[in-house]
T-cell receptor, first 113, second 111 residues
Framework: DAMVIQNPRYQVTQFGKPVTLSCSQTLNHNVMYWYQQKSSQAPKLLFHYYDKDFNNEADTPDNFQSRRPNTSFCFLDIRSPGLGDAAMYLC????????????FGSGTRLTVV | SQQGEEDPQALSIQEGENATMNCSYKTSINNLQWYRQNSGRGLVHLILIRSNEREKHSGRLRVTLDTSKKSSSLLITASRAADTASYFCATDANRYSTLTFGKGTMLLVSP
């Protein structure tokens, strides 16, 4: 099935140790998003790509970076994770047509120790 | 902020009952969407209603939109235990803007 796949499902990293989360899609959607969701909170947009055009939210910390080497893949890099960065990270795509919303991956739960 | 606000924050009902969740937002919208999230999983798109629509149905889901009151409701009829999840509304200001999510309603349906 065409879908959005996030790896890994669970990631444990040490305080200050760089970590990369990955997202891939088989939908050929031109827009990809990274959301951060902390416990019992709304998903919060970090950044998104429209094709290769990168759009950073104003309040996204510099500690968070992203790469989109091609249409199918998008990466979230956290350069120096802090305890406050522990959260669920959600990748989503959008094809821009019809009555369909975003398609989300299953998320990566990040724990910082 | 465009962020939607859902109420109630939590809702507990018995199987077979209807569940109604509400969402309010602050500025004009292009469309409003509802998503479902099972515990520890990603969000699943349920239904989209455009700003010029007032009501939409999909299976056991009924969504209404009142742009004059900047509010929407999601009704799940004849609920099942499998409907237990968190439900989020999300809005975008125009066709090219991104979605902003509310804090969600946690629905518990007991057998």
């Amino acid at each position: 099935d065409a879908m959005v796949i996030q790896n890994p499902r669970y990631q444990v990293t040490q305080f200050g140790k760089p970590v990369t989360l990955s997202c891939s899609q088989t939908l050929n959607h031109n827009v990809m998003y990274w959301y951060q969701q902390k416990s019992s909170q709304a998903p919060k947009l970090l950044f998104h790509y429209y094709d290769k055009d990168f759009n950073n939210e104003a309040d996204t910390p510099d500690n968070f970076q992203s790469r989109r080497p091609n249409t199918s893949f998008c990466f979230l890099d956290i350069r120096s994770p802090g305890l406050g960065d522990a959260a669920m990270y959600l990748c989503a795509t959008f094809g821009g047509t019809g009555n369909y919303g975003y398609t989300f991956g299953s998320g990566t739960r990040l724990t910082v120790v | 902020s465009q962020q939607g606000e859902e109420d109630p924050q939590a809702l507990s009902i018995q199987e077979g009952e209807n569940a109604t969740m509400n969402c309010s937002y602050k500025t004009s919208i292009n469309n409003l969407q509802w998503y479902r999230q099972n515990s520890g999983r990603g969000l699943v798109h349920l239904i989209l209603i455009r700003s010029n629509e007032r009501e939409k149905h999909s299976g056991r889901l009924r969504v209404t939109l009142d742009t004059s009151k900047k509010s929407s409701s999601l009704l799940i009829t004849a609920s099942r235990a499998a409907d237990t999840a968190s439900y989020f509304c999300a809005t975008d200001a125009n066709r090219y803007s991104t979605l902003t999510f509310g804090k969600g309603t946690m629905l518990l349906v007991s057998p």
